[in-house]
């Protein structure tokens, strides 16, 4: 049993999607210029990994969140909706998977991101994803008073937290890591800034593995950051459902979207 969860619970775990599609290509277009062949690397995300990944999800029960950036949502209104339709919680991350520049201006785009949520999707988000995790400084101020419950970006604990905030606002935090990233592991390109070598799914899933049983024992909580463009792909999506089934295998793990644990951490905070 564990200080964060319901007594029936031993550990959190949420799997989160980030589909930058193309908007993750854009600091690479302004050096090199647009590239029809760079960009399809995003379009991957939404027109092959997202229906293996909703099929994946679907056949395994797991609900998940789904953090989409304005653009996209505009982009690929049908997509999105098929992700609201098969149950999994929609997030927040920016309309053009850049950091804004100002938290006044961050303001102005959680407001633009929000109506074009209601708007199309009929969804309110309560989870605030940065992009590249880039929380600004005062950032989480302007985030708790536009009516967020969580955040999920800071890297510095292995269970849930809660922020606090200006006038007696707070935020949930659901840590996460560069190590439950699969940008981290699988995400090689040609185009500066590239990464890589590419890891194989096997690697990953053995370092996965062991973290969870890590987590599981402490009773903390695990976030994973999945791109759809990036672990879309074969053999990355049949890792994902050996993973799920492991975690599934153990009793007591709540695997459910982050804006759950986030609730079930508020309720059992007090707050
Ligand atoms: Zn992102």
């Given amino acids: ?80 909706r098929e992700i609201v339709h098969a149950g999994h919680e ?41 992009p590249g995790f880039e929380v600004l400084p005062g950032g989480l101020d302007v985030v708790a ?30 840590p996460v890591d560069w190590i439950f990233d699969d940008s981290a592991h699988f995400f090689f390109t040609f185009h500066e800034p590239s990464r890589g070598p590419i890891s194989t799914p096997a690697r990953v899933l053995e370092m996965w593995k062991a973290e969870f049983d890590g987590i599981y024992d402490e009773g903390g909580c695990m976030i994973l950051t999945i791109h759809p463009q990036i672990s879309g792909r074969i053999s990355r999506v049949r890792m994902l459902g050996e993973l799920i089934q492991y975690m599934q295998s153990r009793p007591k793990v709540m695997i459910a979207p982050a804006g759950e644990l986030a609730s079930a951490v508020r309720i059992k905070c007090g707050q």
């Fill in 90 to 130: 929609i997030g927040y991350h920016s309309y053009l998977h850049k950091t804004a520049a100002s938290v006044e201006e961050e303001r102005q785009e959680i407001q633009q991101c929000k109506k074009i949520m209601k708007d199309l999707l009929g969804v309110v988000p309560r989870g605030y994803r940065a």
């Fill in 1 to 80: 049993m564990s200080g964060f969860w319901p007594d029936d619970v031993q550990c959190g775990v949420a799997f989160t999607f980030d589909l930058d599609a193309e908007t993750m290509w854009l600091e690479r277009a302004e050096v090199i210029g647009e590239s029809p062949v760079m960009l399809s690397e995003g379009a991957y995300g939404p027109k092959t990994g997202i229906p293996r990944i909703l099929n994946l999800l679907e056949r395994l029960g797991v609900d998940a969140t789904f953090f989409l950036p304005g653009k996209i949502i505009e982009n690929y209104t049908d997509v999105s």
């Fill in 145 to 174: 008073e536009e009516g967020f419950a969580y955040s999920t970006n800071f890297m510095d604990c292995d269970h849930p937290y809660v922020h606090r905030l200006n006038e007696g606002r707070s935020l949930v935090e659901l």
